[in-house]
């Protein structure tokens, strides 16, 4: 597996209006980008620390994996993502090696990148996300 660095962090929030302050206020931080990710149920705001970024994930529905983790576990780090130069290889690589996956090929993310996650039953209970640019 060829990951070449931590994309982000993705921390479950009930509110991005009520989290955003905190991390531009207190910490200093500045959020750059904030998106609809409309089929998976979930608005985002981006932050940057050095090359890696801080997604806040909010619910748009209570259906939504985000809103089911959050009854679930409250708020908090809900996912690690890696770059890899391509997803579906990733996920083709982990299969291989019987790591149970979530999906088994990639699918549209936030800012443009291909995503497939890993089921945090194979993954020593972190959900773990593989990304790479379209």
């Known amino acids: 597996m060829n990951i070449t660095h931590i994309e982000h962090l993705g921390i479950a929030v009930k509110s991005l209006e009520t989290a955003i302050p905190y991390y531009?206020?207190?910490l200093g931080m500045k959020c750059y980008n904030i998106e609809e990710v409309a089929d998976q149920k979930?608005?985002?705001a981006f932050f940057k620390v050095g090359q890696t970024k801080i997604e806040l994930l909010e619910p748009t529905s209570p259906e939504s994996t985000i809103a089911k983790f959050i009854e679930n576990k409250g708020e908090g780090i809900h996912h690690i993502a890696f770059a890899v130069p391509d997803t579906?290889?990733?996920l083709h690589e982990l299969e291989e090696k019987q790591v149970r996956l979530?999906?088994?090929c990639a699918r549209p993310g936030a800012e443009g990148l291909m995503i497939g996650f890993a089921h945090p039953k194979s993954t020593c209970s972190v959900l773990t996300e593989f990304c790479c640019p379209k």
């Open 42 to 44: 979930v608005k985002t």
């Open 24 to 26: 531009e206020n207190i």
């Open 88 to 90: 579906n290889e990733a």
């Open 102 to 104: 979530i999906d088994k």
